[in-house]
């Protein structure tokens, strides 16, 4: 399968995610599909809370899934936020976040449709992971 079918299907799996998210607030639906080693796709939408702090970002759920799943690492993510005019990325928390699981060479894929979406590393979202080195 080629990178190109790859994140297609990966961006169809967060599409569809974005459907089952809890953004009665903001009115703008995020579904996040993340690429495990083994092929294994988790996916995650976005949670919103009247008290905005306590939201959670779609790309966030998908890690802390993974995570509660027992994996670790992962291969590509795939960001849908299909009320948008343009692709958004994520977040600088989710940045942070995706850091601690990925390195900088993932793809990440994001768009309000496949069509739209561009694809950008890890490391070019969040070029100055200076924390990183803690970790090691």
Known sequence: MTDTNRFEELFKKA??????SYSPYSHFP??????MEDGTVITGCNV???SYGLTNCAERTAVFTAVARGYKTFRALAIAAPKADYPVGPCGACRQVLTEFAPQDTPVIFGPTYEKSVV???GELYPFDSLHE???
């Open 15 to 20: 599409l569809e995610a974005s459907e089952r």
């Open 30 to 35: 995020v579904g996040a599909a993340l690429l």
């Open 48 to 50: 919103e809370n009247r």
């Open 120 to 122: 950008k590393t890890l």
């Open 134 to 136: 803690l970790g090691d």
